[in-house]
């Protein structure tokens, strides 16, 4: 089933023919007049060079005058071999498809709204044959039945028309279109990128991002190089500015030689608030008693860390280097990376 994107905005057209297997793109006049184009022919020859095929409208009362616009259309540098040239249904649009088709171009006959139509259509030899689903849904037909009859049609007579379905308004008509087999589809931009949405897929990708990084991804690559160090003769308000410089909740205390001490947390902070009042700013770090920190190397791999955050309900770990201290390792930092919630 070939896919074309259904639009005349060039920043959707630039998106979706990206992904590098759209079959084309269809446009309308009705477009063109509400993204306030001006320049019809400029902007036709410009969207004919984004894309692999252009489909357009080729507008006239008579056969002749159909003709004679599609001729029109390649004089300027349309490609005939790339463009299909879209004409309403009608006796003298279905004579205008005869005409070009013996010529060797592509035809939409479209705004097809019945069986009828689908097969005067496919007599005439368009090469595709285009019924409208939203706008016929919209007046309480059964669009789905036409389209079914449509591609039946042709499977049975052996017709070499494409049945495309169009005028699609959201994810179900493509599910829609694939069930009955049409052989063309256009789809907005709107409609198109959403194609691939899925939560499970979506929570499955997460998870393969998550698990990868943790088996990955070093703790030297997280720390970005926040270091907060106090020392003993540094106070408890000396330690909140080094806490609040670095972004982190804690701030390590270092020996006179710089060796690891312990950790001061923001939780240290509140209970010694709690009991001491504010005066506790101006306590002396090295008045304090302090428990092992918990340490972990810049080449451990980040499921290391998390296992010992998780395991000792931790929100920080130190970063050493043997003895010293060369960062610190935040639990929002693996939040972020959504490795730990």
């Known amino acids: 089933m070939e896919l074309y994107l259904d639009s005349v905005d060039q920043k959707e057209i630039e998106a979706a023919f990206r992904l590098g297997f759209l079959a084309g793109l269809t446009t309308t006049p009705t477009f063109m007049h509400r993204s306030g184009v001006t320049d019809i022919d400029g902007t036709i020859l410009k969207l004919a060079k984004m894309v692999p095929v252009l489909q357009i409208e080729a507008l006239g009362q008579t056969a002749e005058e159909i003709v004679a616009e599609a001729h029109r259309l390649i004089s300027i540098g349309m490609d005939k071999k790339t463009t299909v040239f879209k004409i309403p249904v009608s006796l003298e649009g279905l004579r205008a498809c005869r005409m070009l088709t013996s010529e060797g171009l592509m035809v939409n006959v ?25 706008r016929l849904q919209d007046q309480g037909h059964d669009a789905l039945g036409l389209v079914r009859q449509c591609v039946d049609a042709v499977n049975k007579f052996g017709y070499k028309s494409k049945i495309m379905f169009s005028s699609v308004r959201h994810a179900e008509h493509v599910r829609n279109a694939i069930n009955i087999g049409v052989h063309t589809i256009t789809v907005p931009w709107s409609v198109m990128k959403k194609l691939t949405d899925n939560n499970l897929t979506q929570l499955g990708t997460d998870q393969f991002f998550e698990h990868t990084a943790l088996m990955t991804i070093k703790v030297e690559e997280v720390v970005k190089g926040r270091n907060p160090l106090v020392n003993a003769d540094s106070t408890v308000s000396d330690a909140l500015v080094q806490m609040s410089q670095s972004g982190l909740g804690a701030a390590t205390v270092v020996e006179a030689n710089g060796h690891i001490k312990g950790i001061f947390t923001d939780g240290d902070l509140r209970r010694l608030v709690s ?37 000792h309900k931790v929100d920080n770990l130190i970063v050493a280097d043997g003895p010293l201290p060369v960062g610190m390792l935040d639990v929002q930092d693996l939040v972020a990376m959504n490795l730990i919630s």
């Open 275 to 311: 009991t001491e009042g504010t005066g506790a700013l101006s306590k002396k770090i090295g008045d304090l008693t302090f428990n092992a920190p918990l340490t972990i190397t810049a080449d451990s791999l980040l499921i290391n860390a998390v296992e010992l955050i998780k395991k």
């Open 110 to 134: 479209h705004l097809v709204y019945t069986l009828q139509q689908a097969y005067m259509a496919m007599a005439a030899g368009a090469t595709y044959v285009c019924p409208l689903v939203g």
